[in-house]
């Protein structure tokens, strides 16, 4: 089937463009901020609305720094020292989840030191706030036909605008379903069957490093990179030491707080 025609723009005020794809940040965004007030009151922490608003704002430039560091050096090294002034150039694209990731830890390990908070406590705010930020994103992803799955025959396969013509797996929509919408749920469910600091942090982490692996089966690999080892995709290697990783401190984290 064809690509349903979908404006990436959605408002045009004279030369100001407004697109589909920040304004899922920006609704991601919002939600976080209710999360985590919510979070902050189930838990009773001393958190006022400046600072949920505070580690909001915290979290948000570490998606963005973090998440275009890492796509220059997991992704595309060599073009951008090559080509230094493209460092900055976000709206052309380019940016990495695990580098957004990474990012949001370096934010929150300074909030949790400024406010005196528990680093595992803002890591479960993450976790339950991230998988929304993912299935927004991904939508956008999809309004913008990039980010396209590999060649198939199935009947829902789209021939997405800019590609070579062939059906492919819309694999944005299958992470848009499995690491926002199973994972959210995923990660509330544990964090009230385990209510251990870290838990739904943790979580998040394997969910996503399982998910992602899974999907990017489907999807088409960069461009720059193709296959690493003739089979594995760059986010592929990222991502399994995520779910191995978070396995493992989940399931010791459970057994901590199953012991009598």
Same mark, same amino acid.
């Given at each position: 089937m064809n690509? !349903?025609?979908? &404006? #990436?723009?959605? =408002?045009?005020?004279? #030369? =100001?463009?407004f697109r589909w794809y920040g304004l899922m940040y920006v609704f991601s965004f919002i939600a976080t901020y209710f999360i985590i007030r919510s979070e902050a009151e189930r838990r009773k922490l !001393? =958190?006022?609305? &400046? &600072?949920? +608003? &505070? %580690?909001v704002f915290y979290g948000a430039m570490g998606v963005v720094l973090g998440g275009r560091i890492g796509y220059i050096l997991?992704?595309?090294l060599g073009f951008y020292l090559a080509n230094p002034l493209k460092l900055l150039a976000v709206w052309e694209g380019g940016m990495s989840f695990h580098g957004g990731f990474l990012g949001v830890g370096v934010a929150f390990l300074l909030f949790s030191r400024r406010k005196k908070i528990p680093f595992l406590t803002l890591f479960d705010f993450a976790g339950l706030c991230s998988p929304v930020g993912l299935g927004l994103g991904r939508i956008g992803n999809f309004?913008?036909?990039? %980010?396209?799955?590999? +060649?198939t025959?199935? #009947?829902w396969g789209i021939i997405f605008p800019g590609s070579d013509g062939v059906p492919r797996h819309p694999s944005q929509l299958y992470e848009a379903f499995l690491e926002g919408f199973v994972l959210f749920f995923i990660v509330r469910i544990m964090s009230r069957r385990y209510p251990a600091t870290g838990i739904a942090g943790c979580s998040f982490v394997a969910g996503y490093g399982l998910f992602r692996f899974i999907v990017e089966f489907f999807r088409q690999p960069d461009a720059q990179l193709g296959f690493l080892f003739s089979i594995f995709s760059m986010g592929q290697l990222l991502s399994l030491p995520m779910f191995l990783a978070g396995s493992f401190l989940v399931y010791r984290l459970a057994q901590q707080r199953t012991k009598p």
């Amino acid at each position: 089937m064809n690509f !349903p025609h979908i &404006d #990436p723009v959605f =408002l045009s005020i004279g #030369p =100001l463009q407004f697109r589909w794809y920040g304004l899922m940040y920006v609704f991601s965004f919002i939600a976080t901020y209710f999360i985590i007030r919510s979070e902050a009151e189930r838990r009773k922490l !001393p =958190l006022t609305k &400046d &600072d949920v +608003a &505070d %580690l909001v704002f915290y979290g948000a430039m570490g998606v963005v720094l973090g998440g275009r560091i890492g796509y220059i050096l997991f992704y595309n090294l060599g073009f951008y020292l090559a080509n230094p002034l493209k460092l900055l150039a976000v709206w052309e694209g380019g940016m990495s989840f695990h580098g957004g990731f990474l990012g949001v830890g370096v934010a929150f390990l300074l909030f949790s030191r400024r406010k005196k908070i528990p680093f595992l406590t803002l890591f479960d705010f993450a976790g339950l706030c991230s998988p929304v930020g993912l299935g927004l994103g991904r939508i956008g992803n999809f309004i913008n036909g990039e %980010l396209y799955g590999r +060649a198939t025959d199935v #009947p829902w396969g789209i021939i997405f605008p800019g590609s070579d013509g062939v059906p492919r797996h819309p694999s944005q929509l299958y992470e848009a379903f499995l690491e926002g919408f199973v994972l959210f749920f995923i990660v509330r469910i544990m964090s009230r069957r385990y209510p251990a600091t870290g838990i739904a942090g943790c979580s998040f982490v394997a969910g996503y490093g399982l998910f992602r692996f899974i999907v990017e089966f489907f999807r088409q690999p960069d461009a720059q990179l193709g296959f690493l080892f003739s089979i594995f995709s760059m986010g592929q290697l990222l991502s399994l030491p995520m779910f191995l990783a978070g396995s493992f401190l989940v399931y010791r984290l459970a057994q901590q707080r199953t012991k009598p």
